[in-house]
């Protein structure tokens, strides 16, 4: 469990509020959270409720109206290039439409070797080729049907493990995944999370999941934080949260997967 883990990652009551007079949106309400390494935390909630803006803020990708997040001790800034490199380098996201994420004009060589070059590693032409077949071989791609490749050539299956591929070689301390398998069939979506299972367990990495499936999110995680209009309203163990849900809207989620007691053989 999660107790016994380094807490390293805090938010304080992270606002996000767009728009002004009558057109204002909270989208994000005084949020807490406390992240641990090696963490698997679900972000779960309806559409609308405010997680992808939530998975933005600590990506530091949209700048918070209030409040603070704290990493390894100390109060987050980025207002200076080399405090956003720092944080960058510890902290990636894959996002729900592989396609939004790559440039497309880019085969999947560049992608990959541009991820040893963000690294600042200096390696020969051979090593190079080790690390990119070796990234290919933890998702189950073939690096020599794929190399000359564009992304646009891929299937979406492929574009996903091409993702997972990038954050295996760049090994971040925290992995914000937002709805990553909500476009690929059943049969990716469960390749893509026990992937994201082994990246917790082989390199210690923090995985912030993101999604409306409450299945899902009790399949994958260690923690569950269940977010209505901004807010969230319950937080707990994966075991907590959905045997013993305690809020009305907890409670409402699992009603719509009647299926989830008999899918997850829970008697
Ligand atoms: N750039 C923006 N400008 C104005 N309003 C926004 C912006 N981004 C998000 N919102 C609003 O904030 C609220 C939360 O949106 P957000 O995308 O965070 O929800 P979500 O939980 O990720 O939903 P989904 O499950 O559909 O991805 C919504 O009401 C949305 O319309
Ligand atoms: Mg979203």
Known sequence: ???????????????????????????????????????????????????????????????????????????????????????????????????????????????????????GLQLTKDERFAKMKEACSFVNLKFEELYNKYPFELSGGQMQRLMIARIFMLHPKVLIADEPTSMVDACSRSTILDMLLKLRDENNMTIIFITHDVGLAYYISDTIYIMEKGKIVERGTAEEVILSPQHPYTKQLIADVPKIHEAWNLG
């Open 1 to 119: 469990m999660s107790s016994n883990r380094e807490s390293f990652m805090h938010g304080k009551q992270l606002t996000k509020v767009f728009g002004f007079g009558q057109q204002k949106v909270t989208a994000v309400q005084a949020v807490d959270f406390d992240f641990h390494r090696g963490e698997i935390i679900s972000i779960v909630g309806e559409s609308g409720s405010g997680k992808t803006t939530l998975a933005k803020m600590i990506m530091g990708l949209l700048k918070e109206s209030s409040g603070t997040i704290e990493y390894k001790g100390k109060t987050r800034q980025l207002k200076r290039h080399a405090e956003r490199k720092a944080y960058w380098k510890d902290i990636q996201a894959i996002f729900q439409d592989p396609f939004a994420s790559f440039n497309m004009f880019h085969k999947v060589e560049k992608l990959l070797l541009d991820c040893i070059k963000l690294q």
